[in-house]
Every structure is written in structure tokens, then in C-alpha cells.
DNA sequence: CTGTTTCGAGAGCGGTGCTCTCGATTTGGA
DNA sequence: TCCAAATCGAGAGCACCGCTCTCGAAACAG
């Protein structure tokens, strides 16, 4: 929670997330080795704890399960915060791997087979990964502050979705919606637009963040099994409303 | 958590929600009388402690605020559990009843009036009780089931976004969308037209529902903090986006 | 080889939900 | 009116939690 703590946690990673047999760097002791080795090893058993127990993540329990006694935990994390915060980053970043991969390997010219390409993948690593989806779009922990280092790879969803409505304008195969956002609103998006490095006309950035929030709602709804009990056909019924929005996007 | 805690709870609620004064039921007697007033007095403080601390509601601490020790909350709620169950009770009828008298204030002639007054109405329950929502909306706390209690008042505001279209398709202002769904989604949905007991054709209940996942995802997207900050107009995009989905549903 | 750093264990603090027991009080029927 | 029964709040206690501190052992660097 606090910033030094985050920044610490972030410290321990760059360790793993920079490679050191990358150009110019000393080859770590042995000792970061086996260091590096013990933080994914917390890590490994607090996702496996996470998609058991819910959300509610227990260092005590973490700990019993690496033969450990709690407080050895703190070597490694300064505070559960900054395990939770570790594990959602990689979550942020897992589920915007599995929307682009999806997006990328779809035709480039099918911007509608693009568009639903990416909403299944994140409707799928949701269904694989419940308890780590919920961590990241669930209500948000009383005392737990989201670090910067999350925004960008929370946005990698929503920006592959625009990314093929701009894809669609370019290229011509997709008609901008020929209304105009009103005034103040219109403002605000336009500098959404240019803070996204985008060029899509606001109106259409509207309906793309529309397709967005209705893909976190479906995905949520679905999860926290708040989707009626009558709807058996859980594929059909995601594919149809995704459709739905794809229409509104004006994808062919 | 258990059904039999939740029965004991659900009791407990009958001696207040069943007002004595009506016909052939004699007069409670004192103590029932300050039992009840206590029931009501926990769940205030209850109320208060959710929403300045945050989803983790502390047992203790609210029995701290009512000068008691924390046993003394197990002679009105057998667990923690029925406590935040009876919370949620009560705000999925608040805003059940916000959705709904924001509907039922709106000219019934005008479709899109209702609609968008409805969705105001839920945005406006939400923005004012914010942990409360997050309580009703949130990822489920782990160990918790939602009793069956709950599934009939967590109906009404999507009831009540269908209950337009109903009417619109009824007095011929609505035209229902002109494509079919495809088949094994079109039985899903049709057995949900008459379970809700409302003729709509599958089509248009496939929007509607889109309608109240969109009005979740918007909610929810403004509430935990996952809006862009680039769009400092939260009123007026939420109007242009529960707009964008009344054009979905066809309301003119 | 030696001084320093890192690490895990252990004890401990204040907090939590929850159970049990024990007096005090209130209630309702004889 | 009196008395047994039901109800209630307080208190102690259990197991668990996040977290801090200290201490001895091990691994490192010079």
C-alpha cells in the first residue's frame, strides 16, 4: 500500500522480468537465483490458494504451504498488498497476452471475426482464471490502492477492441457512425482519442468502449452467477450479445 | 451460511417486516419490541461501518459502536454471514424500489423517458450507496452463498428495464427487432420470456438484457475507479451510453 | 579467514469471527 | 404474587489473521 513497499515489490521483480542474460549485466549470484526462484514459488502457491479459497488470500496459509513460517513471507513481499499486487499484475498482463494473441491471429481484414475473436478470449482466460478475473474486476479491496504500474496493462483490453475499430476506419471497410457525441462530452473523448494515440472518430470510441464495458458486464455477470439459471447455452448467449455489440460498433 | 442460520435470520426479519397492527395479530410484547429496534439498530451501524470502512464489515466494531461486546451480536444474527445477508436484502430493495419509482414517475407513453430515467435512477442508488453497491454488484465474498432470498429483488431492475419494452411492444410504440435468434439460444430465451412472465419477443429480451449488463458494466466501471480520468463528464457519458443501448432496443 | 549481508524461525501484538459459560433481568403462567 | 423459563449482555477463551522484532545460522564478498 505504500509506495515504497510497491516500488520495493516492483524492485524484486525486475530482477525475473529483466532477464540477465540480456546484453552488458553480470550474471546474478546464486543467491538472487534461488531468490527469484522463491518469489515465483509464492507466487505459484498464492494463485493455486487464490483459485481455491476466493479471494481472500492467506500469508499464514501461503507460508504452510512452503514449509515456511509466516513472517519468512516478508523477505520476499513486504506486505500481502504487494503479493496481491504482484499476482494482478501478472493476471492484467495474462489476460491482455490472451485478447491480443486472439485479435492477432484472427484474419486482419475480418474486423468483425477480430472483434469476436478477442471478447471470446477474455470470456475464456476469465473462465479458466475466476478467482484471478475477480481480483482484477471485482469490487475493489477496502484498504488496497491499484499502483500506476496496473493502468497500462488493465487497458490492453479495451485498446485491442478499439484498435480493430481504427483498424476498420483506415482501412476504410468500417462507416464511422455518422452522429456527433454532444459538446461535453464530445470534448472528453476527443482527449481520449489522442491520449490512446488513436484516430478514431469520438462517436465510434464511445460505441468501442461500449462493446467493452458490455463484454466486462457479460463476463461478469456470467462468473458471479448472476446469469439467469435459464440460460444454459452460455456460449451462444456471450457470442449473440457480443454480436449485438459489434453491430452497434457498425463491424460488417 | 448455513440454511439453517439463514432461516433463524429470515425470522428474525418477519416480527418488522410483518407489521403487528395488522388484522387478527396480537400486539408484540415489549421485549420483542426492543429486539426488533436492536435487529434495526445493528444494521445501521452495520450500514454506516460499510460505508465509510470499506466491503470488510468488522463484527466487532459495530459492536463497539453500540457500547456491546461482539457476543452479545450473536443473540440477533447468528454469524457475520446473515448480517451482510440482511444488508444485502435491504439494498436490493432500495434500489430496486429507486429503479422502479423512476420508472413509474415517468410518462408511460414515453419509452425512452422510462428507460433512461430507470438506468439514472440505478446510477444515482449506486453513486450514493457505494459499498452497498459494491456489496449487491462486487466480486462474492468466498465463502458466501446468496440465499434464495435474494434472487427475487435482484430481478427487479432488469424486470423493470423489460417491463418497458413489454409495454412498448404491447401499445405498438416498440417495434421488436426483425431478426431471429439462432435456435438453441431462441429456446433458452423463450423459456426466460415466460418464466419472467412477460411477452416479449426473444429478440428484443436479448437487448433488453444487454441493456441492464450495460447499465452493470457502467456502473461498476465508474464506481471502481475504472473510468478514464480523461472523462471528467461521468453524467453525461453515462446518458450517451444508456442511449446507445435504448437505440439497441429499438425504443424511439 | 573475517566482517557483512541475507535468511528462516520464533515470539509477540493487536485484530478478527465465533463458542461457551455465567449471572442478571424480563417474561408469562400457576 | 411467586417461580420456573426464557432471554440477554458480559467475559473468557480458541483459532486464525497481518505484521514486527529479535536472534542465530548460513552464505556471501573482500
Avoid at 55 to 73: C, K, T
Wanted: charged residues 25%; contains cysteine; negative net charge.
Amino acid at each position: 500500500m505504500r509506495a515504497s513497499q510497491v516500488k520495493s515489490s516492483a524492485l524484486s521483480f525486475d530482477c525475473c522480468s529483466h532477464p540477465w542474460h540480456s546484453e552488458g549485466m553480470v550474471a546474478p549470484s546464486l543467491r538472487a537465483r534461488v531468490r527469484a526462484g522463491m518469489i515465483e514459488e509464492i507466487k505459484t502457491v498464492a494463485r493455486r490458494h487464490l483459485d481455491t479459497d476466493g479471494a481472500n488470500l492467506s500469508l499464514r496459509a501461503v507460508a504452510r504451504d512452503l514449509g515456511m513460517v509466516s513472517s519468512a513471507i516478508y523477505r520476499y513481499f513486504p506486505s500481502r498488498d504487494d503479493l496481491l499486487t504482484a499476482l494482478i499484475l501478472e493476471a492484467y498482463d495474462a489476460l491482455g497476452d490472451a485478447v491480443e494473441a486472439a485479435d492477432a491471429a484472427a484474419d486482419r481484414a475480418d474486423l468483425r471475426g477480430r472483434w469476436l475473436a478477442a471478447c471470446r478470449a477474455a470470456r475464456a482466460w476469465a473462465l479458466a482464471h475466476p478467482a484471478e478475473y475477480a481480483l482484477l474486476y471485482g469490487s475493489p479491496v477496502p484498504g488496497y490502492a491499484a499502483p500506476d504500474d496496473t493502468v497500462a496493462p488493465a487497458q490492453r483490453p479495451p485498446v485491442t477492441l478499439v484498435g480493430i475499430l481504427r483498424d476498420g476506419v483506415a482501412t476504410g471497410r468500417l462507416a464511422p457512425p455518422d452522429e456527433e457525441l454532444p459538446e461535453p462530452l464530445r470534448g472528453d473523448v476527443a482527449e481520449l482519442v489522442e491520449l490512446l494515440g488513436m484516430d478514431v472518430p469520438p462517436a465510434l470510441l464511445a460505441r468501442g468502449m461500449a462493446g467493452w464495458t458490455q463484454l466486462f458486464g457479460l463476463i461478469s455477470f456470467e462468473l458471479f452467477g448472476r446469469i439467469n439459471r435459464a440460460l444454459p447455452h452460455r456460449d451462444e448467449y456471450f457470442d449473440h450479445q457480443i454480436g449485438l455489440m459489434a453491430d452497434l460498433a457498425g463491424l460488417p
